[in-house]
């Protein structure tokens, strides 16, 4: 999670602006990337296990080789064990045994800082052993009253000589009034010889997104769905690599039933279940209509250890292994594989990336002496047609490789790198992979941020302002960068390691919290063009910044801004080419009380949203003006006369706007006619 573009810094004064005279074109410019805004994801923040994946309880197959945060029920004793586990995969398991002497014993577990209760039906599981003829009990209880919001029966019996499954539904018959609250399984000691039972792979899930088995929280897909993305990056970021390569994101111990799953201690501290597999992030791709962006591990971890050449075709052999799973057909080993595991048909996969960030931690010079070699190599005799991503741009690339740049800055740095993508290397584009404003503006002698001074908490308005002139600076290079995403996207709000973050959540969703970026990326992301279009003007940009397009499938028209470092309101007479009198357009503008608004728990949204109606002179022209700090879009009505109908850019299967096939390689795009000269 570092920069490795290099810019030249400068301290960004405050500017009185006079009059800014746009005169957009009709013709010309660039066919925009349809990717263009989209998210990254690695179980960072508690936000795969505790997070997106929907799964309720915490540390549920004793992956972490500790019991807590279970608790025995009525005095019952917990003792942790090895021996004959669930499956070799899941090793550990607990056995619960004695008690008060009165009443069910079993084990109890708070979730991930609590469970949401509500009336709905929750699926649970778990896997019992030993000599038992009694019934289970399921409860949903409040930690603070123990009052009981749902219970159920589960029938027995168990038997000692193997482990069982049982499975069971609960279903509440109202909300509980807050999510400080937990989950038991109780049995009763007088029906089991021994007094003891043995448990392993205790889990309940509420109703998820398209109610998928094993799937994600409702609340936070729909939250990042309405952004919208076009693409999602995965594993990762840090979590590809691993803090060592047995603690590496290993694709195939991610795949298939969860007993199988073994989980791996994941880079930022705490254990992934890895029920957020492979296969589960594919389906979060269909659901949310996004091209998957696959990252693959590249032989590097975080620890700095780097897999020698003569040892590195394994990492060859893995990858394509992982590649067959995906996109090979069912006559092939892995894609019978991925057919037994409920998934027949391939999927639907166009860019691949050669590890993440492989620069960094001793990774440079092997990464661009044998390994990107290696891996690129193989992959492309294999599939011709998939597009890769380098993860650096220092060296001989092929052409057509994508390179994909991660920058953490302050809100100058962002807004001073406006127009440094203006000499992109279209053979070459670019992916940014990870973007945010992380810390206040410094002082004069300290242009960027380097890292050892802390992060601010939350994303703060003059920070999303100058993503917005970074993404907005992108967008008119349409024929140098794919896509862009925020990172990271999601923070527990009771257990996180990196700040500030686009989404916040907790148990509850009602405490659910969309950052000041999120607001601003959901503006810019909302409004696609598929085509950029040339701007002719006297004015340069700075305090105000624009790009201009238009979506050839809709006919609609926009002008994305932002204004920086104003001391006074900028004036706008903007004019569309060939623009009829009296075409009808919206003002869409953002604004927030002070540059260092924040959305936090106790003000959860300080972003104010206007929507002024306006109407085209005779010259085609718009006048307009715009605060300091704010993002705004100029949006004509489209050929129907409506607002905000999106087309013609990416989503699962392909990108088909902006000229591009489902699957393409960009030096073929380009030769065909496709590159523009910027706008």
């Known amino acids: 999670m570092i920069s490795s573009r290099v810019a030249v810094a400068s301290l960004l004064y405050p500017l009185a602006a006079s009059a800014v005279n746009l005169t957009i074109g009709a013709t010309g410019g660039t066919p925009a990337s349809p990717l263009a805004y989209g998210l990254i994801f690695e179980d960072i923040n508690n936000s795969g296990d505790g997070g997106i994946y929907a799964e309720l309880i915490q540390n549920r197959a004793f992956q972490n080789v500790t019991l807590p945060p279970w608790t025995g029920v009525n005095g019952a004793d917990l003792t942790l064990n090895n021996a004959t586990g669930l499956s070799a995969e899941l090793p550990n398991y607990v056995t619960v045994s004695g008690g008060n002497g009165t009443g069910d014993i079993g084990l109890v577990n708070p979730g991930y800082y609590g469970i949401d209760v509500k009336p709905q039906t929750y699926t649970g599981q778990f896997w019992a052993r030993g000599d038992y003829n009694g019934n289970f009990t399921v409860t949903l209880l409040s930690n603070l009253t123990s009052e009981v919001f749902t219970t159920t029966t589960v029938p027995g019996p168990s038997t000692a000589d193997q482990w069982t499954q049982f499975n069971f539904t609960l279903n509440p018959p109202a909300a509980a009034p807050n999510s400080n609250n937990s989950f ?11 007094g003891s039972l043995d448990f392993n792979l205790l889990s309940l899930f509420p109703p998820t997104y398209n109610n998928r088995p094993n ?12 952004q919208p993305p076009s693409f999602l990056r995965f594993p990762g970021g840090n979590n590809l690599e691993g803090i060592s390569i047995p603690n590496r994101f290993a694709w195939n111990e991610t795949i298939g039933p969860l007993e199988h799953r073994r989980g791996h201690t994941g880079a930022w501290g705490y254990t992934n279940t890895d029920g957020l597999g492979l296969d589960e992030y594919l389906d979060w791709c269909i659901d949310l209509d996004m091209e998957p962006i696959l990252a693959i591990f590249a032989g590097h971890s975080l620890d700095g250890t780097v897999t020698p050449e003569a040892d590195f075709q394994q990492w060859v052999d893995d990858a394509l292994n992982e590649l067959e799973y995906i996109l090979g057909d069912t006559s092939t080993q892995y894609g019978a594989l991925r057919a037994q595991y409920g998934h027949p048909d391939p999927w639907k996969v166009h860019y691949v990336e050669l590890g993440n960030e492989e620069t960094l931690s001793g990774g440079d010079a092997s990464y661009k002496a044998y390994r990107f070699p290696m891996l690129y190599s193989a992959i492309s005799q294999a599939y011709p047609d998939l597009q890769i991503i380098a993860t650096a741009d220092d060296f001989d690339l092929p052409d057509g490789v994508i390179y994909d740049n991660h920058i953490y800055s302050i809100p100058d740095r962002l807004v001073d790198d406006f127009s440094i993508y203006n000499a992109s290397n279209s053979t070459n584009p670019t992916l940014l992979g990870e973007t945010s404003a992380i810390a206040p503006n410094g002082p004069p002698n300290e242009p960027d941020y380097n890292f050892t001074t802390p992060m601010q908490p939350w994303a703060t308005w003059i920070g999303s302002v100058a993503e917005s002139i970074y993404f907005i600076g992108a967008e008119r290079f349409g024929n140098g960068i794919i896509g862009a995403t925020y990172a990271p996207i999601l923070q527990n709000l009771n257990k996180f390691e990196w700040t500030p973050d686009l989404v916040g959540f907790a148990a509850d969703p009602a405490q659910d919290l969309q950052s000041t970026s999120y607001y601003s990326i959901q503006l810019l992301s909302s409004k696609r ?5 040339p701007i002719t003007t006297e004015d340069q940009p700075n305090p105000a910044y624009w790009v201009a397009g238009d979506n050839t499938d809709t006919g609609a028209k926009y002008l994305k801004l932002a204004v920086y470092n104003a001391t006074e309101n900028v004036t706008f007479s903007t004019s569309f080419t060939g623009l009829a009198e009296g075409t009808a357009a919206n003002l869409n503008v953002l604004t927030a009380p002070d ?11 300080q972003v104010i949203t206007t929507v002024t109606p ?3 002179d005779a010259n085609g022209a718009f006048s307009f003006e715009l605060p300091a700090l704010s993002v705004a879009v100029l949006e004509t009505a489209d050929k129907d006369g409506q607002f905000g109908v999106q087309g013609g850019f990416g989503g699962y299967g392909g990108c088909a706007g902006g000229g591009m096939r489902a699957s393409y390689n960009w030096t073929e795009w380009v030769a065909t006619g496709n590159e523009g000269n910027g706008c």
């Open 614 to 616: 306006l109407t085209a």
């Open 529 to 533: 063009f598929t085509q950029t279009r």
């Open 215 to 226: 799937g994600l929280r409702s609340d936070i897909m729909t939250i990042l769905g309405d």
């Open 184 to 194: 038991s399984v109780t049995f009763d000691p007088s029906q089991a010889p021994n």
């Open 595 to 605: 540059p260092y608004s924040e959305n936090t728990p106790g003000n959860p949204n």
